[in-house]
């Protein structure tokens, strides 16, 4: 059972151990590496047989947080000490503090949506984006150029919204948490970071940062701080049943062939801290 912890916690230990299990995996030449969940992320992040699975769905929640099971699993296959840590980023807001210290994620990319310059992840000899949207085979940021991170007050807002999600089912859902947690309707606080990272972030590739699995991390926190407060029970995800095209609480999230009921309580896998 994994723990996981805010980037601002680490020990320098804890932070150097994630960094090599992440170049491990993406080192290794098959099977699920890093650039599988690129890969796997660009291909979902659209409709897939007419299902938005990861996106502009209910299933934006479950489908993530599968998919950083996965992450987190294939992670500690390479290292069992591993877990995923999260960027709360209502509490950590510099572009220079954590995650983004040049031990850890490294800094902002140059001039505005430029190479990243400094830490692990700087240049394509120490990262190399291989599947990509672009062209850039470096790792690009553009911090703070659109929007601002989501306040704390933000989070407050969409943790108080009792409905999980409501028809119609996607980014035009007027009411429910979801759409807000996920940036179609105000605060919108997921879609915010990425665009206020910017570079890859801002892409269809954008797990290709690994801030990614960090700030999905966060999200996936906030959902479970919700069903803390509002339940873990199957009835506390919306649809229930009898939507087409739509993930309904016992359908199954592809292409990881689990149901979206079996991800809500993550409890025997893994809790934060
Ligand atoms: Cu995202």
């Known amino acids: ?15 150097s151990n994630f960094v090599a299990a992440v170049k491990a995996l993406k080192a290794q030449s098959s099977g699920r590496n890093y650039d599988w969940f690129v890969r796997t992320h660009m291909t979902y992040f659209n409709a897939v047989n007419g299902h938005n699975y990861a996106h502009m769905s209910p299933s934006f929640l479950p489908w993530h ?24 980023w209502t509490a950590n807001r510099s572009t220079t503090g954590a995650p983004f210290t ?31 949207a ?13 929007g601002s991170l989501p306040t704390g007050s933000d989070v407050d807002t969409v ?15 007027g009411s429910g948490m979801r759409n807000r947690m996920e940036g179609g309707l105000s605060p919108g606080l997921h879609g915010r970071v990425h665009n206020w990272i910017g570079g890859h972030m801002a892409q269809v590739d954008s797990p290709n940062d690994p801030v990614f699995f960090l700030h999905h991390c966060n999200i996936d926190r906030l959902w479970s701080a919700w069903q803390n407060r509002w339940g873990y029970g199957a009835d506390r995800y919306l649809p229930g049943g009898g939507v087409a095209n739509v993930v309904d609480v016992d359908e199954v999230l592809e292409p990881f062939g689990v149901t979206a009921s079996s991800t809500l309580d993550h409890r025997g896998s893994y809790t934060y801290a």
Do not use: C, H
């Open 159 to 173: 943790l108080g919204v009792s409905t999980y999600d409501v028809s119609p089912w996607g980014s035009s859902s």
């Open 1 to 15: 059972m994994g723990t996981r912890k805010s980037v601002a916690v680490l020990t320098a230990t804890e932070k």
């Open 65 to 88: 947080r599968q998919y950083l099971l996965l992450l987190e699993n294939a992670l500690k296959a390479i290292n069992p000490a591993v877990d995923l840590p999260y960027w709360n």
């Open 102 to 132: 040049s031990d850890f994620m490294g800094g902002n990319g140059a001039d505005g949506n430029g190479p990243v310059l400094s830490g692990p992840f700087a240049g394509s000899t120490r990262w190399r984006i291989n599947v990509s």
């Open 134 to 146: 672009t062209s850039s085979t470096s790792l690009r940021r553009a911090m703070t150029l659109r």
